[in-house]
């Protein structure tokens, strides 16, 4: 599931440190479950450990569980990582972010386009008629744009997204 590059862009919007907090998840997911076994397991700091536990903590994917130490009497935290919750995670962001395409697409639909032949600024009919279909930054003529091929990318993309929202990454 790491391996995942999807996964891999979430733990790097989760923990700004995507290297690190692969080989702490990776770590507690072989049943090295405090900050300082993973310390040492991992060699990374137990400060950045406890960083990167608590920002997945904050994000929700990451659990703890306290205990005392039978022998030194002293609390262990011991933390679990939520594989179902990075998948709920996933399947948002792609929600949301096919809910914007989808509504790119129906103002392609909607509108129609002109373009300044100079600076390829786009214009919306009302605008470019309002006008005279003359650029208003530079004066250039304005041109009608097919965005066919536009509807078409951003229909690509929300199937794209859509697919990659309901992958199971278990
Ligand atoms: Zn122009």
């Not at 990451?62 to 933390?79: L, M």
């Not at 995670?89 to 386009?113: A, G, M, P, T, V």
């Not at 530079?138 to 078409?152: A, K, M, P, Q, R």
Request: aromatic share 10%; with cysteine; charged share 35%.
């Amino acid at each position: 599931m790491l391996e995942d590059p999807v996964v891999q862009e979430i733990l790097m919007d989760i923990t700004d440190d995507e290297k690190n907090s692969f080989s702490i998840i990776e770590c507690i997911m072989n049943g090295k479950t405090s900050d300082e076994e993973i310390s040492d397991e991992t060699q990374i700091k137990l400060n950045v450990v406890r960083k990167v536990l608590y920002k997945l903590y904050d994000a929700g994917v990451a659990s703890y569980k306290r205990t005392k130490d039978p022998e030194t009497k002293w609390e262990v935290y011991s933390w679990k990582f939520d594989q179902n919750k990075v998948s709920e995670i996933i399947s948002k962001k792609y929600e949301d972010l096919s809910k914007k395409i989808e509504k790119s697409i129906k103002y392609e639909e909607e509108n129609i386009f002109f373009a300044c032949k100079s600076n390829g600024h786009r214009y919306k009919f009302e605008n470019a008629s309002e006008n005279n279909f003359v650029c208003p930054e530079c004066g250039e003529t304005l041109e009608y744009v097919d965005n066919s091929t536009v509807i078409v990318e951003l229909l690509g993309d929300k199937a794209r997204c859509m697919s990659m929202g309901k992958y199971k990454r278990i």
